[in-house]
């Protein structure tokens, strides 16, 4: 638990590395702050403030930077503070007549607020929007082509059809066809197509091998639907302002795994759905390599219209997260009432 003074002092630290990008001295922090205090009890609180994992000591300086626990100590505070003061991003006049444009769909909305947040900030922005809207297991039917090839066909409560061409090991009678088409309709019809999903990946190969002496999955055919349900759709802002992001010691590799996650790909689509309600961060070094650990992905979402939809945010580790944590609750709280 830090005492108040310990929270200030951390504050001001990651505050003014993220302005200087250099380690932060007691000296630095006493002419840069209102603190009345010597600068060995700014030393103190600093040592404390590093035994407990929230500041690093470089090799090379006497001063501090923020550890990655500090960061998310700081980013957390200002998560849930309740009286923080929120930009007056209803004086721009593009904002307000965005939000109150009725012709605009949630996720077109979305997409234009990602254009500002890059004029706003300098960084890249990302939206993904997805069908939240329920599908349930309706009617399974199996063809058969030849003895061992079949069409599996799916079809959903709202009428969506998905098809696939299988192959099995097993050649099946007309009978064992229509016993196994029964069996999965009894046990899946009105199932919602996630639990659908779960339940013919893990239980239905039991109750397949019992019918026709083989373990049989259809789940990819559900795995389909639902990605063809979901309908993601994917817009990115301001892409070239990841390259001031990017040292002359990242190697291709890296470069290629980044602009390939940001391009649309399914891994960017997975860790968008994965974050929580409200705003949250990624720090580079959860989803990207070690030299690009520096980048971090700010998310925020909501749903709207049976749609849920994430608007992120790509920038550096030492952005000013006070202002940009603000900007992004701004406009996704007006985004979420349209």
Not at 2 to 16: A, D, G, S, W
Not at 158 to 177: A, F
């Amino acid at each position: 638990m830090l005492t108040p003074r310990q929270q200030e002092v951390l504050n001001l630290i990651i505050q003014l590395y993220g302005q200087f990008e250099e380690p932060i001295g007691s000296k630095t922090l006493l002419r840069e702050s209102y603190l009345k205090v010597s600068p060995a009890t700014i030393r103190n609180d600093m040592v404390v403030l590093e035994q407990q994992g929230l500041l690093m000591k470089p090799h090379t300086s006497s001063g501090r930077i923020p550890s990655i626990d500090g960061y998310r100590y700081y980013i957390d505070g200002i998560i849930h503070q309740e009286d923080k003061e929120l930009p007056f991003l209803d004086d721009d006049a593009n904002f307000e007549e965005l939000t109150q444009a009725k012709h605009y769909s949630p996720l077109q909305l979305t997409q234009l607020c990602a254009d500002i947040l890059v004029s706003l900030t300098g960084f890249t922005a990302v939206v993904l929007g997805q069908n939240k809207e329920s599908h349930y297991f309706e009617e399974f039917k199996l063809v058969p082509i030849d003895r061992t090839r079949y069409i599996s066909i799916l079809m959903t409560d709202k009428g969506n059809i998905e098809s696939e061409q299988i192959e099995l090991k097993v050649s099946l009678s007309k009978d064992d066809i229509t016993k196994l088409v029964e069996m999965i309709n009894d046990e899946l019809k009105g199932v919602v197509l996630e639990d659908a999903y779960q339940r013919m990946k893990l239980g239905i190969p039991l109750l397949t091998q019992r019918l026709t002496g083989y373990q049989l999955d259809f789940s990819p055919l559900i795995e389909k639907s639902m990605h063809h349900i979901k309908g993601h759709r994917y817009y990115i802002s301001g892409k070239s302002n990841l390259f001031d992001l990017i040292d002359g010691q990242t190697s291709r590799e890296a470069l290629k795994h980044l602009f390939e996650l940001i391009d649309g790909s399914r891994e960017m689509h997975h860790l968008l759905e994965e974050q929580e309600e409200g705003i949250n961060i990624l720090f580079g070094y959860e989803f990207l390599a070690d030299s690009l650990a520096n980048i971090n992905l700010l998310t925020g979402s909501f749903v709207n219209e049976n749609q849920k939809i994430i608007l992120g945010l790509l920038g550096p580790t030492t952005m000013s997260y006070e202002k940009v944590i603000a900007l992004l609750e701004v406009m996704i709280n007006k985004l979420s009432i349209q």
